[in-house]
Each structure stands twice: as C-alpha cells, then as structure tokens.
C-alpha cells in the first residue's frame, strides 16, 4: 500500500517540480521530492494509516489524522493542497464504490425539524467559550469582506455586514428577518448604523443564550431580537431578508420549501441577501466533513440556487462570489485556533483538537484550489423597476 502513496508523491513532484515535500514511515525510513529542505514532511506511524489512505481516500485520510496514526510536519495546507492534482483525485475515483455506501448512509439524514435541531447542536452548541477563543470580538462565523484597509478580521467582519446592508439598501424603520442569526452580529450592526428592527432565527441554545444577553447589553432590546425556533416557524412580514452561512444546512430536499418561506416572510417587492457557500457544479459534500463536521450539511450550485429562486418567483439581481475573502477569513481563524492549542486539547481532547484544525485548513484549501466558492446572491420578491442600475451604492 505504501508504493501507492510514494507512487502520487512522484507524480506530484514532477508536476510540481520546484515543491519539496517528505515522506516518512513507522520505521524512520524517509522519501524526499524536490528541492532542498521539505515545505512538509507526512509520516505514517503506523500502516494502518496508510491502509486508510488508499483504501478510503479522504475519509480514511481524516479519521487516520484523528487518531494519530500519521501527523504532518510543516506546511499542513501545501499537503492538503494534493488532494485536488490530477494523481489523487484519480485516487478516489477508484474508492467511489467504498464512499457510495457511506454516502448513502450520510444522504439518509435528512434535515426535517427533529433532525435538523440535532445537527446544529453538533456543531454549533460547542460551548461560546470555544468559539470565543477563535472568532473575532463581533463573534462572526462567516466569511468576511476584506475591503481596502482591513487590516484585521474584526475590521473585514464589520464591512461584510456594512456590504450586506447595502446590497439590502436598509432604511431606518424598516423591518430585517435574519434567518440562521448566529451570535446575532448582523442583527446588531444593522440596528445600531441602519436603525431597522428586526427578528433573528437560530436552533442554537448557546447562540440564543449569547444573542439575548448582547441585545440587552448594547439596549437594543426595542428593536431586534432572536427566536430559537427553525426557519420553518418563522411567521410574520419583513421588508428585507438576510440569510448568512445557513443555507449550507437546508439539504438539498428541502431547497424549496426554504425558498417558499423566503418568498412568504418578504414583502412584495422586498430584497433578500443570501450568503452561503456553494460549489461550481452538483456533487455530494467531503464525506468526511459530513460525518464528523457538518452532518447534513449540503453546498449548493449556483444553478441549484437560481433554479430554486425562480421557482417561487424569487428575482435574482446580483451575484457576487467571495471565494478568496473566505480563504483569507479561514487562514485568519486557522491561525488563532492554533494559539490556543493547549486550552482546547486539555478541554476538548487531542482528537477534538486535531479534528477542527483539519477542518479549517481543509476548507482554506479547497477555497483556493477546489471547487467550492462563497455566493452572495441579491434577489427581489418579485419584480422591481426602481433598482440602482449599476453596483455605484455599494462603494460610496
């Protein structure tokens, strides 16, 4: 099993030929490619990592990682980088009847009310403790927009919610829905500079909690606040809609009926945002993100999204892709996770440890040099003749 991974390397390397990169195993035997010192060395400390590997491709590459049974050494992203050359995605192409199942298995969980309370808990009830350590102070969990003069994150944070809430072009006194609210930053920003009001949906209990108490801290009791309630209990009517890094948890059988609320909450003529990320073309989620990060989780394409719009009348108006904004927000969150590696083993576990610093630089990587992109689409309910002809309100 081992000449296949030395066989990629190879090839890899004459692809990429002025990367140098090592191979190290169990018994302290080493390869090395390319010039000069490795950027990163791979050791397998044990053959069953390997095993995992070429048997089960990036599902088997992320448990062995967990466990400990191969560590990497240097450049983490440049290794993670290898999955998307033409040598390892053959790779995989040949594990597919292996994953089928366990796709099928993953595929199964479908996101109705019940489930879909549980998958949050998964991933978002942590502890705000944890997500503290690593999220900027506006406590946002999404890509954020480095415009000129970001200098740091908290900076491009709040100029993704300024970006939103022109492409809202929110008035004082109108009425803003936040469904998937989070920590409640975007309700907060757009209440303090826009003056709106406005209702904020999430199925966190720690996000629920830690929005109620930043309302009321920052006297914005009288004009938003969060429900914790599923998307598909939201009532009312709403002059604009936002949704930011939740659409990512819908699931693809419930892309309509996530649509059908949307059109129901907006009034008629009302603008919506949705920020999610996608990916250029249908294909099933890294299994391995699915089982252990995300589960349910589903990236739609643009023309998943467009076609699910149009359906319910829902007007698309603009669409912008983030793509590099998010891998400089994920390289930023990778970064401050890691200064805190010894709180979070000794709280959380080694495994836990290892786990969501896979997760980060993956997702960094596959920003970069995979398929999956961050879509900021504006649309209308229904259609309008007064909207600004060119994108002018944005910038100045």
Not at 128 to 155: H, K, P, V
Not at 161 to 186: A, F, T
């Amino acid at each position: 099993m081992i000449g296949t991974i030395e066989s990629i390397f190879r090839q890899i390397s004459a692809t990429m030929p002025d990367e140098s990169f090592a191979l190290r195993l169990w018994d302290g035997s080493e390869r090395h490619y390319g010039p000069g010192a490795p950027r990163f060395t791979l050791t397998f400390t044990d053959e069953s990592g390997v095993l995992d590997v070429v048997r089960r491709a990036q599902l088997g590459f992320g448990e062995a990682y967990v466990r400990g049974d191969l560590d990497v050494e240097g450049d983490f992203q440049l290794l993670l980088r290898f999955a998307f050359e033409e040598p390892v995605r053959q790779m995989h192409l040949g594990t597919q009847d292996k994953l089928r199942l366990v796709r099928s298995l993953l595929r199964d969980r479908k996101n109705n009310v019940m489930r879909a309370r549980k998958n949050v808990a998964h991933h978002y009830d942590l502890g705000n403790d944890f997500y503290e350590l690593w999220l900027d102070r506006t406590m946002t969990y999404s890509c954020a927009y480095w415009d000129e003069g970001c200098g740091e994150i908290e900076q491009a944070q709040e100029a993704k919610y300024e970006h939103i809430c022109r492409k809202l072009e929110l008035e004082p006194g109108e009425r803003l829905v936040d469904i998937g609210c989070g920590w409640g930053g975007m309700l907060e920003y757009a209440a303090k500079y826009h003056g709106i009001s406005g209702i904020g949906y999430t199925l966190s209990q720690e996000q629920y909690e830690f929005a109620q108490d930043r309302f009321a801290r920052e006297g914005l009791e009288d004009m938003v606040e969060v429900r914790l309630q599923d998307y598909r209990e939201a009532r009312g009517k709403f002059d604009k809609f936002v949704s930011i890094g939740m659409f990512e948890h819908v699931g693809k059988e419930y892309f309509d009926t996530f649509f059908a609320k949307t059109r129901e909450l907006l009034v008629p003529g009302g603008t919506g945002v949705l920020h999610t990320i996608g990916r250029d073309r249908e294909n099933e989620i890294d299994p391995w993100v699915k089982k252990y990060i995300f589960p349910g989780g589903y990236l739609p394409s643009l023309g998943q999204l467009a076609s699910g719009m149009g359906k319910t009348e829902l007007c698309v108006t603009d669409v912008e892709n983030l793509r590099l904004h998010y891998a400089r927000t994920l390289d930023e969150w990778a970064k401050r996770f890691e200064r805190h590696r010894e709180r979070i083993c000794r709280e959380l576990g080694e495994h836990f440890y290892r786990m969501w610093r896979l997760y980060l630089h993956g997702s960094a990587v596959a920003f970069k040099w995979g398929e999956i992109r961050l879509f900021q689409i504006t649309f209308t309910n229904g259609l309008r003749q007064d909207l600004p002809m060119t994108r002018a309100h944005l910038y100045n």
